[in-house]
């Protein structure tokens, strides 16, 4: 199965040091952010990455790729273990790159990946600067596409003073921790953001997108009809939107938590998180 992993962002919460290193490479415990990104994606299936980069992120690129020089000295060293950690990192899954150009949002950098994506019957999107603790959802989001046949959106808590910074669902449950969705929206005022209700029809708190998505090549017709909106970008959500009123699209919760690095403090919680 195959996997887009968008990282083009220019990271600048991180300014300085995004200048030099890419968000996604900064360290998480002993290995960098994208590293546990692209391991859990393969772990789930999906060997087939391709990661979306901006000039001047090479060294994301350089990092998957073996490296033979230092292979050789560690080889020649006698380091063993070091030699097996490094080659590990380049065999992980079979990795492509692909760059985006202009920052014009999250939609515009899955859409470059039309053409990899090519005939695949569903693809997995991972934010590659979000890393899941405890579980992945993705075995979760697979099942209910394959006993369902149709897109979803990983879904997590969100409270209500903060769902106007994320892309919010609305549905009802039809299955444990599986929502058919009715409603998507992309950083709603508190009033206004829609909410999950369980089978019986009790209201849930309100549920943001948690960094993962499993979509249909649909998705691709769906973002090329979508216009630039907020901060001149297209917003993945209003294709996600339109992928919904045309083959449905389902949201899906997992008892793991998601470790959002996209700030400095963002990254500080995450490391004493994984500590624990």
Not at 67 to 73: A, I, R, V
Not at 193 to 205: D, F, I, K, M, V
Request: proline content about 7%; hydrophobic content about 40%; some cysteine.
């Amino acid at each position: 199965m195959k996997a887009i992993i968008p990282a083009a962002g220019l990271g600048t919460r991180f300014l300085p040091i995004a200048k030099a290193v890419p968000k996604e490479m900064l360290p998480l415990g002993d290995k960098p952010v994208i590293h546990y990104v692209v391991e859990e994606a393969a772990a789930a299936g999906f060997d087939e990455i391709l990661i979306i980069l901006s000039r001047g992120k090479e060294c994301i690129r350089q990092y998957f790729s073996p490296n033979s020089d230092l292979e050789n000295h560690l080889e020649a060293a006698g380091k063993q273990a070091a030699l097996e950690t490094v080659r590990r990192v380049s065999s992980m899954a079979r990795i492509e790159f692909a760059y985006q150009e202009k920052m014009r949002g999250l939609g515009d950098a899955v859409k470059i990946g039309r053409e990899f994506i090519g005939s695949e019957p569903v693809f997995a999107v991972l934010l590659g600067d979000t890393v899941m603790q405890h579980s992945s959802p993705l075995p979760a989001m697979v099942a209910a596409w394959r006993s369902r046949h149709k897109p979803s959106v990983c879904l997590e808590p969100c409270p209500e003073d903060r769902v106007s910074r994320y892309g919010v669902a609305g549905g009802r449950e039809i299955g444990r921790g599986v929502f058919e969705l009715s409603e998507l929206i992309e950083k709603p005022a508190a009033e206004k953001a829609p909410r999950l209700q369980s089978e019986n029809g009790t209201p849930l708190s309100c549920h943001a997108f948690a960094a993962r998505y499993l979509f249909t090549p649909d998705i691709f017709d769906c973002l090329e009809k979508t216009t630039v909106g907020f901060a001149g970008e297209i917003q993945l959500t209003d294709a996600m939107e339109q992928l919904r009123q045309k083959t449905g699209m389902l949201g899906v919760t997992w008892p793991g938590k998601r470790l959002d690095i996209g700030s400095p403090a963002g990254l500080i919680e995450a490391a004493r998180a994984l500590e624990r």
